[in-house]
């Protein structure tokens, strides 16, 4: 199983930019895809952003694609989400997850909550009109 701890959320104004960062440890750190999902009060949890580990192919939800970046340090274990141009709705608790997706072919498959087994605790990210 594999543990992960989110860090690096907080509270910014509309414009601002915020780097999220995820550490691995334990288990297989290199399951298939590494992810970031959020969710806000009230709504489902929603798919950002996903990374193939082993080929680092980038997959992102149209509400974030050109503002927000996953990137992956496979020497320190940890998967980001630079996030740029934020909006009030871009708040919500960020997640970071990983699993192996097996049979996944779309973007929708790689956002989707229920490909992953193993989840962070969250990271709360505030944006202020």
């Known amino acids: 199983q594999v543990q992960l701890v989110e860090s690096g959320g907080g509270s910014v104004q509309t414009g601002g930019s915020l780097r999220l960062s995820c550490a691995a440890s334990g288990g297989t750190y290199r399951s298939s895809y590494m992810a970031w999902f959020r969710q806000a009060p009230g709504k489902e949890r929603e798919g950002v952003a996903a990374i193939y580990s082993r080929g680092g192919t980038t997959y992102y939800a149209d509400s974030v694609q050109g503002r927000f970046t996953i990137s992956q340090d496979n020497a320190k274990n940890t998967v980001y989400l630079q996030m740029t141009s934020l909006k009030p709705e871009d708040t919500a608790m960020y997640y970071c997850?990983?699993?192996?997706?097996?049979?996944?072919?779309?973007?929708?498959?790689?956002?989707?909550?229920?490909?992953?087994?193993?989840w962070g605790q969250g990271t709360q990210v505030t944006v202020s009109s």
């Open positions: 997850a990983a699993g192996s997706l097996y049979g996944a072919y779309d973007v929708a498959m790689y956002l989707d909550p229920r490909g992953y087994r193993s």
